[in-house]
């Protein structure tokens, strides 16, 4: 794992911390140019859209459906506690994880709890 630039260098641990560890990770490693060293990088974002658009596909949903899509699915339909979702969501405000919740919402069953009954 390498840092942009020269932060690995002024942070010699921070590879080893969690926050610079890829949610994503590219399925190869790769050679580094400037440390002449075998890294992995993550995942490019047109490539989870990707592979989103194909998943979409195999299950016959129509609509155009992204991750930013799902996000919003999920954060409209969570029963998460308003505060627990801004945090998850990675909202500063709650003003705007508010703009989420729908009243209609709270009334309305998952449909995947209705298949476990």
């Not at 002449?36 to 949903?61: F, M």
Request: hydrophobic share 40%.
């Amino acid at each position: 794992m390498t840092l942009p630039s020269r932060l690995h260098i002024k942070y010699p641990s921070a590879p080893f911390l969690w926050q610079w560890f890829w949610i994503f990770p590219a399925a190869n490693h790769c050679n580094d140019p400037r440390l002449n060293v075998q890294v992995r990088y993550h995942v490019l974002s047109e490539c989870i859209q990707r592979a989103v658009q194909v998943a979409t596909r195999k299950i016959g949903l129509d609509g155009f459906i992204t991750p930013h899509v799902l996000r919003h699915a999920y954060a409209t339909h969570s029963r998460e506690t308003i505060d627990a979702l801004s945090k998850l969501l990675g909202h500063s405000s709650i003003e705007t994880t508010a703009g989420y919740r729908h009243p209609v919402v709270d009334k309305a069953s998952n449909p995947l709890d209705d298949l476990l009954n």
